[in-house]
């Protein structure tokens, strides 16, 4: 069997030196000024100039003939119109049936998770999105893997005739998940249908997909041993039986808004509660763990209440957080909280000291990217949970800024 992988490597091999030539050294810029794509570079680069300085240039660039390369090689792309032009036609005979196999097999970008690793170099992969598997070859995500752990990967990669390969800047994540994903592209597009549609999209402006890179060492948070996940789902109810409710949650109401809340869920680390509005009459559920908001969700569906059990939206603190950077604005996960909160959070200034020792205690876990358990260190520093979530993910940001300069 490693005979085979012996063999198809030095056909990867033979396929990256092609590609080199072929493409990095020739097609690159012959697209770029045929198709005039440096200057629809900078226009789609444009709003996301702020993220993109914290980029090491070296990535950026190479994120640039990314561009043109999806443009080039994607289904229906450039190369269909210039395979039979002159300048193209004169190729060598070895290059152009590299260009002429290309057009039969787009290339594409993927987010993906390891299946296994059956040679050096080798994996087998499974596309979070298509559900397709596929052997690839990168020694890019060998050398990643060797400087942080990753459990998902964004690569472009095309296919030449044995094995899938990587090409160009490998992106792995150590927090982020598919939902995480889906997540962050329905806030660049908010009417997006489903994922086959988010990746045609992707095609068309990778750009803050890129972008991503950003956030690609920021930790999974944790808290008193579960993962933090924002949940949320929201459903049309006709009517809210109050008084039966009363018996399983804490009921309260303002300004036509009605709070419940379970007395085991609603604390920390899951915040599960629940809001109905009487004017739309609509049911939203929110919580910060997987457990309360499924918590949260039987008690509803105990007492008559007819939803669909499933979220709508998870994602994590950490893309949230860069989801915010990248965009520019504050994301608001639940925005009927502060009709219920019973005092104002904490003013970060008035509690020097407190998040002095919260950090103190928290910035080895960072340094050395180990779940953080969120509840503990805001317990121990004596900072509301909230607060310890946002200070940290500040401080997590900067420093990935600062590793980025280096």
């Given amino acids: 069997m490693m005979d085979n992988y012996q063999s198809m490597l030095g056909h990867c091999e033979k396929n ?9 050294e020739h097609l690159i810029y012959y697209a770029a000024a045929k198709a005039g794509l440096d200057k629809k570079i900078d226009q789609l680069l444009k709003p996301f100039r702020h993220v993109a300085r914290r980029v090491p240039d070296s990535a950026l660039n190479i994120f640039k003939s990314e561009y043109i390369t999806i443009q080039l090689f994607r289904k229906n792309g450039l190369l269909g119109k210039y395979i039979n032009h002159s300048e193209i036609r004169a190729l060598p005979p070895e290059d152009y049936h590299f260009l002429e196999h290309q057009l039969q097999h787009p290339w594409r970008f993927s987010y993906a998770i390891i299946k296994d690793n059956p040679a050096v170099d080798f994996y087998n992969m499974v596309d979070v999105f298509t559900s397709g ?18 459990i998902l990967w964004f690569n472009l990669i095309n296919f030449n005739g044995q094995c899938w390969q990587t090409t160009g800047v490998i992106q792995g994540f150590q927090s982020f998940t598919p939902n995480d994903i889906f997540f962050f592209a329905t806030e660049i597009y908010p009417d997006l249908e489903d994922e086959g549609e988010m990746l045609r999209k992707i095609e068309d402006n990778p750009w803050p997909f890129f972008m991503l890179i950003t956030g ?6 944790e808290s008193d041993g579960y993962k933090v996940i924002y949940h949320s789902a929201t459903d049309d109810v006709t009517r809210l039986p109050v008084d039966k409710l009363k018996q399983a949650f804490v009921v309260s109401w303002n300004k036509g808004v009605y709070e419940l809340k379970s007395e085991a869920f609603s604390n920390p680390p899951h915040f599960a509660k629940a809001y109905f509005e009487e004017s739309t009459k609509t049911l939203h559920r929110f919580a910060m763990t997987a457990q309360g908001f499924d918590q949260l969700t039987n008690e509803l569906l105990n007492n008559g209440i007819a939803i669909d059990p499933e979220p709508l939206v998870e ?23 502060g009709m219920f909160a019973s005092t104002p959070d904490a003013d970060v200034s008035e509690n020097t000291d407190k998040l002095n020792h919260l950090l103190k ?12 358990d969120v509840e503990k260190l805001a317990a121990e520093a004596g900072v509301d949970l909230d607060t310890t979530i946002q200070v940290l993910e500040q401080v997590t940001a900067h420093l990935q800024k600062i590793r980025d300069r280096k």
């Avoid at 990256?16 to 990095?24: A, E, F, G, L, Q």
């Avoid at 690609?216 to 948070?221: A, D, E, F, T």
């Fill in 361 to 372: 205690m928290a910035l080895p876990f960072i340094n050395e990217g180990k779940p953080l």
């Fill in 216 to 221: 690609s060492m920021r930790p999974q948070v």
């Fill in 16 to 24: 990256t030196r092609i590609s080199k030539r072929v493409i990095d």
């Fill in 133 to 150: 598997e596929y052997l690839l070859y990168s020694p890019g995500m060998s050398q990643t893997l060797r400087e942080m752990p990753a």
């Fill in 315 to 337: 994602v994590g603190p950490s893309m949230m957080s860069v989801t915010e950077e990248i965009l520019r604005r504050k994301i608001e996960v639940n925005p009927y909280e």
